[in-house]
């Protein structure tokens, strides 16, 4: 999922990552966050866990551009629940990430960056492409030759048995496994339209 912010890495200051330490800080003013993301090229979200009040209104600045990977949002809640087995659900931080970045999406027009559903290399090669014009940065094509080669998985190395039921679509086992999480997911309106515009057709719930 960090794949995005490593590849721009290459090409621009760690901005994303500072911002990032900046909000993960309680010595922080939020103000005072926002006055610096408008300042930078690029904010890179992950936009689960940061704050979308401050990705709108630093993106309200024509010079900051937003780019933000996207995977499906019951792959997510997979890939937590299975980082962290002792978490007490749900997990709201991801599901109401959702639900928040619907209501802005029109207002911020970021980049949106499939990465778990951009299957061929040449596509991969164009979304790369892409990122680096929205970045305003000139693409380097040995590079996006070796990263759309190597395109690293968004649900992590290795199996296991929350990831081999997404992969099987064993919806009732996932349901009885994320509980509330999966519950809440799905009331989530105009999601899954959201979703199929951005290329998500086959989604299993």
């Given at each position: 999922m960090h794949f995005v912010a490593n590849f721009l890495e290459h090409y621009l200051s760690a901005n994303h990552q500072t911002l990032r330490r900046m909000l993960d800080s309680s010595g922080t003013n939020e103000a005072e966050a926002i006055e610096w993301a408008k300042?930078?090229?690029?904010?890179?979200?992950?936009?689960?866990?940061?704050?979308?009040?401050?990705?709108?209104?630093?993106?309200?600045?024509?010079?900051?551009?937003?780019?933000?990977?996207?995977?499906?949002?019951?792959?997510?809640?997979?890939?937590?629940?299975?980082?962290?087995?002792?978490?007490?659900?749900?997990?709201?931080?991801?599901?109401?990430?959702?639900?928040?970045?619907?209501?802005?999406?029109?207002?911020?027009?970021?980049?949106?960056?499939?990465?778990?559903?951009?299957?061929?290399?040449?596509?991969?090669?164009?979304?790369?492409?892409?990122?680096?014009?929205?970045?305003?940065?000139?693409?380097q094509l040995p590079m996006i030759e070796d990263w759309a080669l190597r395109w690293p998985a968004p649900t992590g190395q290795g199996d296991y048995q929350l990831k081999c039921w997404y992969k099987e679509g064993n919806v009732q086992k996932l349901n009885e496994a994320l509980g509330q999480d999966f519950k809440d997911l799905k009331k989530i309106r105009g999601l899954k339209r959201f979703l199929n515009k951005r290329g998500y057709r086959n989604l299993i719930w």
């Open positions: 300042k930078q090229p690029l904010i890179h979200a992950h936009f689960s866990r940061e704050p979308i009040g401050l990705i709108k209104r630093a993106a309200q600045d024509k010079d900051t551009k937003v780019i933000i990977p996207l995977r499906d949002p019951l792959l997510s809640l997979v890939t937590w629940r299975h980082r962290n087995p002792n978490a007490i659900e749900p997990t709201p931080f991801i599901v109401k990430g959702w639900a928040d970045l619907l209501s802005i999406d029109e207002q911020i027009k970021p980049l949106y960056v499939p990465v778990d559903i951009t299957k061929m290399r040449d596509a991969r090669r164009q979304l790369l492409m892409t990122i680096c014009m929205k970045a305003g940065v000139k693409p």
